[in-house]
C-alpha cells in the first residue's frame, strides 16, 4: 500500500499475521494458492523454494541434496548441470538475547536465485526473487518489515506474529 491518500474504511478490529517456522515446509504449497487466478482457475508460474536440512560441506562447495550444490568461489549455484549466479547469499542467527542478526552479502544485483542459510535451523533455504520478496520469508525468515503497515508483536525463532497498522 505504498499510495498514502487511499481513502480506506475505519477499522473494525486488529488483523494480526501468524508467521510460524513449521509454515517453512508447506511454504511451496502455499504458494499455490496465492498464485492462482480464482476467476480461472489457471496457475500462474510456480516460484523456485528449496529446503535443505541435510548437507553436506565439502570446502570449496555446499552439497545441498537433491542435485543442488552451493559454491563458495564465485558464488555460484549448481542445479544439475546448470550453474546460475547467485543474487543474495544471507545468513541469519539469534544472538544471545534472541535478537535477530542477519548477513546479507549481495553477490550478483541481476542474478534471480538467492541462499539464506538459517543457522539457528541449521538450514539452507534457496528461493527465486519472487519468493525471496514473499510476505513469508521477509518477515520470518529475515524480519524486514515496513514500519508503517506492520508492527511486531512476537517475534521469536519459533514464530513471528505482527499486526497490521492499516
Known amino acids: 500500500l505504498r ?8 477499522p473494525t478490529r486488529d488483523v494480526y499475521l501468524y508467521l510460524p517456522n513449521r509454515m517453512m ?3 511451496p504449497t502455499v504458494d499455490l494458492f496465492s498464485n492462482l487466478n480464482i ?3 489457471e496457475q500462474g508460474a510456480r516460484g523456485f523454494f528449496y529446503i535443505s ?5 565439502n570446502g570449496a562447495t555446499i552439497n545441498l541434496g537433491q542435485n543442488i550444490v552451493l559454491h ?3 558464488a555460484m549455484l549448481q542445479i544439475g548441470q546448470q550453474k546460475v549466479p547467485l ?3 544471507v545468513v541469519t542467527e539469534y544472538d544471545s538475547a534472541g535478537k535477530l542478526q542477519k548477513n546479507i552479502q549481495v553477490a550478483n544485483k541481476d542474478a534471480k536465485v538467492s541462499v539464506i ?8 533455504v534457496v528461493v527465486d526473487e519472487r519468493m525471496y520478496n514473499s510476505t ?3 518477515l520470518f525468515a529475515l524480519e524486514n518489515y515496513d514500519t508503517d503497515l506492520y508492527e511486531p508483536v512476537i517475534l521469536t525463532p519459533l514464530a513471528k506474529v505482527y499486526r497490521l497498522k492499516i
Open 136 to 138: 513469508y520469508i521477509q
Open 87 to 89: 543474487k543474495n547469499f
Open 3 to 10: 499510495n498514502k491518500n487511499l481513502q480506506r474504511p475505519e
Open 25 to 27: 515446509d508447506i511454504f
Open 72 to 74: 563458495k568461489q564465485g
Open 39 to 41: 476467476a480461472t482457475g
Open 53 to 57: 536440512k541435510s548437507f553436506q560441506d
Open 117 to 124: 542459510f538459517m543457522k539457528n535451523y541449521n538450514q539452507f
